[in-house]
């Protein structure tokens, strides 16, 4: 067995959705070409080429399968994405903590837009006030140019702002390889699933 595990992006329905959208427009537009339209062949065709390749991109970079995730005998690595919605990571991991600073694995889901992104993060055993600066270790320095408001766009009320800059976005499928992985180097860790609000109990009053 290789002695790194490695968690890649994988398509998702929004893929789909994004590339039937592509096709649809291209279709559209040779439709409107072929009725003699306004649009004009030439029009029609350069809608349609640029339709079809902003679809194929897409599904180009998911076949590279970029890396969201490294973990070995070490520690953990996460990479966060260019871009949202891109599926291409930066080359060097944005989170990386040793096996014994990390105190649990923690899933949850942010909102991007109008729809959620399932996100793993990293939760420290040592809390920090202000993300750790590069040559201290674990998290990259330029989550410190980032203002509080940027950081919690999106995030739920019960994650919070250190977890949430310790997070990057995966697929949903990633979840079960990354609890694999952890299984494999570090099996007493904990995993938290926090994708859905914890439920609020009812004070009684007597």
């Known amino acids: 067995m ?8 994988r398509p998702n329905w929004r893929d789909g959705v994004r590339s039937g959208a592509g096709a649809a427009v291209a279709a559209g537009a ?14 029609a065709i ?10 194929g991109g897409r599904w180009r970079r998911l076949a590279k399968r970029p890396v969201a995730a490294e973990f070995d005998r070490y520690g953990a690595r996460l990479y966060r994405e260019t871009a949202p919605g891109v599926h291409t990571r930066e080359l060097r991991p944005a989170v990386e903590y040793e096996w014994s600073e990390i105190r649990s694995i ?6 991007e837009g109008a729809h959620l992104v399932t996100m793993a993060g990293i939760e420290p055993v ?9 040559g201290e270790g674990r998290v990259d320095a330029l989550e410190g140019a980032y203002a509080e408001e940027r950081v919690r ?17 995966i697929s949903a499928s990633g979840m079960k390889d990354i609890e694999a992985a952890v299984a494999r180097f570090r099996p007493h860790l904990r995993i938290a699933d926090h994708r859905r609000p914890p439920r609020r109990r009812e004070r009684k009053v007597y």
């Open 106 to 111: 923690v899933f949850w889901r942010k909102r």
């Open 126 to 134: 040592r809390s920090s006030p202000r993300p750790p600066r590069v």
């Open 153 to 169: 766009m999106g995030v739920p009320p019960h994650i919070s702002t250190a977890l949430a800059r310790c997070s990057v976005p």
């Open 30 to 43: 040779i439709a409107a070409g072929a009725a003699g339209t306004s649009v004009g062949w030439p029009m």
């Open 2 to 9: 290789p002695d790194i595990e490695q968690v890649t992006d």
């Open 46 to 55: 350069l809608a349609a080429a640029g339709a079809v390749g902003w679809a």
